[in-house]
């Protein structure tokens, strides 16, 4: 099975900050990979899928890139209503593993 | 608007079993891949099993041969039978859609959870 690696596991930033949470795959999934938001007591929100594409509805400073086995995503400017835990996720190949999550806070 | 509502979950023994529910509104489980994902206490989702709108279905290795997915395609209700459980399985556990473009796949609706407690 692919693991998937997140980084850092948490982190603190201002507002208005650029983030940037890291994540990668244990080999090569080309695009197939999704970033999910999940708020404390919520189900995972979709925010993006196939790596960089944002999910309807998802503010633009959302951004997803990368290939293969290395994808970061952004949040250009961080918001207070973006405090959550931010997972990855792989869709290359059953049983399309998660990412153990980064936690964003504010400074 | 989709919706997804879950029900069943609760507490049970260890070797017990369980069955929860996922009603969706606004999409035909006929013709829609839905997959059950568990999150344990403190982390990260897991998915577990996937129905394919034909009938096809797949499990993570950890619930093969314990869980089975199902669907009633008149009741528009996708099932979770559970049995022998044991407290690794202890989690929410979400119904969520799963969309397929060409590009990939992705859970994209999924539904408020239910608690399944796993404890003597």
């Known amino acids: 099975d692919i693991q998937m690696t997140q980084s850092p596991p948490s982190l603190s930033a201002s507002v208005g900050d650029r983030v940037t949470i890291t994540c990668r795959a244990s080999q090569s999934i080309s695009t197939y990979l999704n970033w999910y938001q999940q708020k404390p007591g919520k189900a995972p929100k979709l925010l993006i899928y196939?790596?960089?594409s944002l999910q309807s509805g998802v503010p633009s400073r959302f951004s997803g890139s990368g290939s293969g086995t290395y994808f970061t995503l952004t949040i250009s400017s961080l918001q207070p209503e973006d405090i959550a835990t931010y997972y990855c996720q792989e869709t290359n190949n059953n049983p399309f593993a998660f990412g153990g999550g980064t936690k964003v806070e504010i400074k | 608007e989709v919706q997804l509502v879950e029900t069943g979950g609760g507490l049970i023994h260890p070797g017990g079993s369980l069955r929860l529910s996922c009603a969706p509104t606004?999409?035909?489980?006929?013709?829609?891949?839905m997959s059950w994902v568990r999150q344990a206490p403190g982390k990260g989702p897991e998915w577990v099993s996937v129905i394919y709108g034909g009938g096809s279905t797949f499990y993570a290795e950890s619930v093969k041969g314990r869980f089975t997915i199902s669907k009633d395609d008149s009741k528009n209700t996708v099932y979770l039978q559970m049995d022998g459980l044991t407290h690794e399985d202890t989690a929410i556990y979400y119904c969520?859609?799963?969309?397929?473009w060409g590009s990939g796949v992705a859970f994209d609706i999924w539904g408020q959870g239910t608690r399944v407690t796993v404890s003597s």
């Open positions: 606004g999409i035909s489980v006929s013709h829609t891949y």
């Open positions: 969520a859609r799963r969309s397929d």
């Open positions: 196939a790596a960089f």
